[in-house]
């Protein structure tokens, strides 16, 4: 079976101060993961995406997220954060099914809240 | 750079109404996907497309359709609009991969409201 389950549907933290954002998933085969970023009134835009190499992957604008096997987790952080890091992210499980096809999973979302 | 087009951002139908939404990637994508974003249920798959006239159901293909006669071009089809399909819908797309899930590149979106 194929889930994900993101933590928290609401995070706030102050400007300057570290973002913690939690994914657990599920899959039976070799996943790949992704966080993407959706800002009000935009487009899903890939942040990072994790594909088998390096466990600590490193994103866009300052974000990286660390593959852990034996908690099935894909937390994403990043040190410092910004006012034009408010939004919504969401974590990705993908894999690769017999017949070629890929099956996709998307977390119920995230939203950051910046407080200056 | 990939680019994913949506027919149109914003619609309104009426119940009961055929409603076609069109989706065309510009890169030779293999793999197309439509789904429907609501708030607090995040991203929910309708249909999925990994080659030309071959289609999946998603998680969610009640009351939806699909077509895919080019590669390029994907089109999800409600065939009675009914009030609880009023919602974003994004299309993405994605390169067959060799083994790995691969990448997926969304258009805008289309919000429509079905009164």
């Known amino acids: 079976a194929q889930s994900v389950t993101q933590l928290d549907s609401h995070v706030s933290v102050s400007e300057g101060t570290p973002v913690l954002l939690r994914c657990n998933y599920s899959?039976?085969?070799?996943?790949?993961l992704f966080w993407y970023v959706q800002h009000p009134n935009k487009g899903l835009q890939l942040l990072l995406k994790?594909?088998?190499?390096?466990?600590l992957v490193k994103g866009i604008n300052g974000f990286e997220a660390e593959f852990k096997k034996s908690e099935t987790s894909f937390h994403l952080t990043k040190p410092s954060a910004h006012m034009s890091d408010a939004a919504e992210y969401f974590c990705?499980?993908?894999?690769?099914?017999?017949?070629?096809?890929?099956?996709?999973?998307f977390g119920t979302g995230t939203k950051l809240q910046v407080i200056p | 750079d990939v680019k994913v087009t949506q027919s149109s951002r914003y619609l309104v139908k009426r119940t009961g109404e055929k409603v076609f939404l069109e989706c065309v990637q510009d890169?030779?994508?293999?793999?197309m996907f439509w789904y429907r974003q609501d708030p607090g249920l995040g991203l929910r798959l309708i249909y999925f497309s990994y080659d030309v006239k071959m289609k999946e159901k998603g998680d969610i293909p009640e009351g939806y359709s699909v077509s895919r006669e080019k590669k390029e071009r994907f089109s999800l089809i409600l065939e009675s609009a009914s009030t609880n399909q009023t919602s974003m819908y994004l299309c993405?797309?994605?390169?067959?991969?060799?083994?790995?899930?691969?990448?997926?590149?969304f258009g805008p979106g289309t919000r429509l409201t079905v009164l």
């Open positions: 899959s039976s085969y070799s996943p790949s």
């Open positions: 993405a797309s994605s390169l067959r991969p060799s083994g790995i899930g691969g990448e997926q590149f």
């Open positions: 994790y594909t088998s190499a390096a466990t």
């Open positions: 890169m030779d994508h293999e793999n």
């Open positions: 990705v499980v993908s894999d690769l099914r017999s017949g070629g096809y890929q099956k996709v999973t």
